[in-house]
Nanobody
Framework: QVQLVESGGGLVQAGGSLRLSCAACGSISSINFMRWYRQAPGKQRMFVAFITSGGSTFYADSVKGRFTISRDNAKNTVYLQMNSLKPEDTAVYYC????????WGQGTQVTVSS
């Protein structure tokens, strides 16, 4: 059984920073892609960033230059460093990892006040 445990969400003022973590726990073999998505109220879940097993990264245009995705393969953990946060970044953030199939985290709320 594999479980993704997310942490690091919260309330922050515009211009502030937060760091999200997502740890894959349980019996999981090599992880390929690790991704972050977000879902704002009343909107569809949207892609934010991914990182490959080799460390290559890709970002949505809306977060490029402000967010940084990274991973610790020894800990099966993916991070999302979010800087210069804007009110429009307010959403529930979900991690997803691929290891034979896709696994999703439970989501963590990020609220950015103006």
């Amino acid at each position: 059984q594999v479980q993704l445990v997310e942490s690091g969400g919260g309330l922050v003022q515009a211009g502030g920073s937060l760091r999200l973590s997502c740890a894959a726990c349980g019996s999981i073999s090599s992880i390929n892609f690790m991704r972050w998505y977000r879902q704002a109220p009343g909107k569809q879940r949207m892609f934010v960033a991914f990182i490959t097993s080799g460390g290559s990264t890709f970002y949505a245009d809306s977060v490029k230059g402000r967010f940084t995705i990274s991973r610790d393969n020894a800990k099966n953990t993916v991070y999302l460093q979010m800087n210069s946060l804007k009110p429009e970044d307010t959403a529930v953030y979900y991690c997803m990892v691929e290891s034979g199939r896709a696994y999703w985290g439970q989501g963590t709320q990020v609220t950015v006040s103006s």
